[in-house]
């Protein structure tokens, strides 16, 4: 029986997630970016919390973790190894592990390179990973307590998955992350295309997220930093792949 998913924007640019495993009824909630904006749309699915699944341990991810718990008596899983920084945290996981919703299992994976310890779910039998800040469309997260290799490490997971899965992304940053990777794979058809897409989209004030790794696969920049035509683009002819997601990455925080 498959997950149901209902996703809404809130705060500026995030997105929430809510899912509910159809055989059991329960539901959680993936971060907790936004309390009013996620008790709302329980409201509108006529739905009761029962468990949060955070990525990490930013304030737009875990902060309304406590609010949350304290109306629903919902059940806390979030990254071991942040688990000191997760509110109200009831059940550390880590790579490897699984996490049961009813019917519904997702497999864990640590992400390090935006934070220390950010994990995400791939809820494999529905295709659907939730991948908090670790890859956004056409992009990926600020490495703000890890390094280039370990990023590097974490997308390579992300790659690995079945390349139908729906990933989906912590924040509608999309059209600017097009805007980046046009400048460093200026060659890209796909690219092209999918940024004249984006386009279109936003100006009927759609959604890009969810995003899917097989097109992630040919446009997103930090998945390529291995593709010639991208390390030419960029100066960096026989550079190795880490030294050139390290240099992609330092020109999008200056972009
Ligand atoms: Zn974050
Ligand atoms: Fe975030």
Redesign the pocket.
């Known amino acids: 029986m498959p997950l149901e998913i209902r996703q809404f924007p809130c705060l500026s640019d995030?997105y929430g997630f809510l899912i509910r495993d159809a055989v059991s009824g329960e539901v959680a909630t993936i971060d907790t970016?936004d309390v009013e904006a996620i008790n709302a749309e329980l409201d509108r699915a006529g739905w009761r919390l029962t468990h949060i699944l955070n990525t990490h341990h930013?304030w737009?991810?875990a902060g309304g973790n406590l609010a949350l718990k304290e109306k629903w008596g919902c059940r806390i899983i979030g990254p071991k190894a942040e688990a000191a920084r997760i509110p109200g945290l009831d059940e550390p996981v880590g790579d490897g592990d699984r996490v049961r919703l009813g019917a519904s299992e997702a497999r864990i994976y640590d992400t390090p390179g935006h934070t220390a310890g950010h994990i995400i779910y791939h809820f494999a039998d529905d295709g659907a990973a939730f991948v908090?800040?670790t890859i956004f469309a056409m992009g990926c997260?600020r490495l703000f307590e890890g390094t280039p290799a370990q990023m590097w490490a974490s997308l390579s997971k992300i790659a690995a998955l079945p390349p139908h899965t729906e990933l989906y992304c912590?924040?509608e940053y999309t059209q600017g992350n097009a805007s980046f990777a046009l400048t460093v794979d200026p060659c890209n058809a796909d690219l092209k295309r999918r940024a004249a897409e984006v386009d279109r989209l936003r100006a009927a004030g759609a959604p890009t997220v969810p995003t899917n790794l097989a097109i992630e696969l040919k446009t997103n920049p930090f998945l390529r930093a291995a593709d010639e035509n991208l390390k030419a683009a960029i100066g960096m002819t026989g550079a190795s792949t880490v030294d050139v997601f390290a240099e992609t990455r330092r020109r999008k925080d200056n972009f």
Request: aromatic share 0%; charged share 20%.
């Open positions: 995030n970016p930013h737009d991810h908090g800040d997260g912590a924040h």
